[in-house]
């Protein structure tokens, strides 16, 4: 038997009821929306499904919604269940003013450095994290560079100034 | 003597003396140590020869891919990934443009994905090389590693025929390819498939059965099939713990199905298991290069897409629409659907997922490559813990981990 979007969109929504917002097809991979609050149990939920099986964590990365008010960052989780070869993709958003998110690495150890990637370039903060400090940049960096309102180079820098072949 | 000292004394002759708290060295394996093939550091906790536990410090070469390909036009993104998996960046080049051409819905000739085959088995082949070898010469066996890197020197010529350069590629475009292979690709394509594998044999025969290669790697950087996937293993490691998971065969792209191979799984999940399972997809991946030259279907090479393929230059500059295309894809003047999509291809160390945001304009809202390397490399830690450090080092190498992949 082979998983389609209909029977886990169905299955989630009887389980978790009005915490599944927002379902669609990007390129037929299942998309859904979830309150930030509730990403670990419906995570382990997937995860010990007995049918579903989604043991593997494919993905963890975040987004930057500048114009989306209130819930500008996005976390965006790729599940894939082995056993079925079935993919998922599910999305939380947090506020850029207090990004927080439950950690989950309890329930897949990869998300570890998922997370702090994800910390490192976006600056949400994973609660309960064990080691959530930078990865990829130094450690005295103060900002997230990932965020849309820094631009590609230091501004500051005047050896770049070109004003036909500006950057 | 004291009665203190004379009661240690004792204690010591007795070997019965412990400290009272156990006693830890600190050890700085790398940042650039011969031995870590790489920009690679740990810092290790040692008991002895033994490791008690190790952290990882990654991000000595981090140059902001993510960030840089949010201000590069769609087709200008192709060289940033070249710069990932250094060692089998053909790989990761079609991984973007087949990335590409599913947003766009384009489909491709069949002509384009046996090309695409042949290369990506190409570039399979040189990074698993590199790692079996590398992995050899840790155990103290150098002979195999020199005399097996001149195929990889083969491999970068065919490279060099298709496309001009040898290590960052930069194959292909969205659509299909630049140009034809040339008769000369060809017959350096044939004349690798005939020594190759006598090449390969002789390798193997050096060094499978070794003793001291087999004393080495048996049952060391072992880990379960349950952790690994927990860990989010992909790609010959993930198979060398027994699950049988394969892009190629999951998600197929480029016509992957039409190809007859085996997905080689091995057991343990230790080094040597590793060794084995690129061992055998070497061989696989010889079989369908042969396949593929032997099947290769008559057509274009390029996708009928003026949109996003470059015109060739002569016709740029004799006729009216392709100077009209080529303007309005330099300018980035050409629609791109909204949508968000994820795309993995097979790698040479694992799945290389394309996670691309488009928000209809010119350059990507929102890119992130899934790196296989950086999502198991935080695995090794737990492998390497309670081993001996010279065991540190030869399940390093067998992980295959590119620093450029890691950090990105």
Known sequence: MSLTNEIVLKALIDQFGEHIKDPTEPYTMLTITIPASQNVPILSWLRDHRDFQFVFLTDLCGVHYPANGGLELAVIYHLHSFIHNYRMRIKAFVSSLNPEIPTITEIYASANWMERETYDFFGIRFKGHPQLKRILNMDDMNYFPMLKQYPLEDQLREDKEDKFFGR | MSKQ???EATLLQNNTYLPEEKQYNTLNLGPTH??????FQNVLKMDGEKIYSGEPTIGYIHRAFEKLAEHRPY??????TDRLNYCSSPINNMGWHITMERLLNIE????????????MELARIADHLICNSVLAVDTGALTGFLYIFQQREKIYEIYEEICGARLTTNIGRIGGFERDFNDITYKKIERFLQEFPEVLGEFERLVSRNRIFMDRTINVGAITAERALSYGFTGPNLRACGVDYDVRVFSSYSSYEDFDFIIPIGTNGDTYDRYCVRSTEMWESLKMIKYAMDNMPTGSHHADVPAFY????????NSMEALIWHFKIVMGEVDVPKGEIYSPVEGGNGELGFYLISDGGRLPYRLHFRRPCFIYY?????MIQGQLLSDAIVTMSSLNVIAGELDA
């Not at chain 2, 011969?34 to 920009?39: C, D, E, R, V, W």
């Not at chain 2, 087709?75 to 940033?80: D, L």
């Not at chain 2, 491709?108 to 290369?119: G, L, N, Q």
């Not at chain 2, 935080?378 to 737990?382: D, I, K, L, M, V």
């Open chain 2, 5 to 7: 000292e004379k009661k």
């Open chain 2, 34 to 39: 011969p031995a870590t093939h790489g920009i």
């Open chain 2, 75 to 80: 087709y200008q993104i192709t060289p940033i």
């Open chain 2, 108 to 119: 491709t000739p069949k002509k384009v994905d046996y090309m695409r085959v042949i290369i």
């Open chain 2, 310 to 317: 470059l015109p060739p230059k002569l016709d740029v500059y």
């Open chain 2, 378 to 382: 935080q695995a090794y830690p737990e």
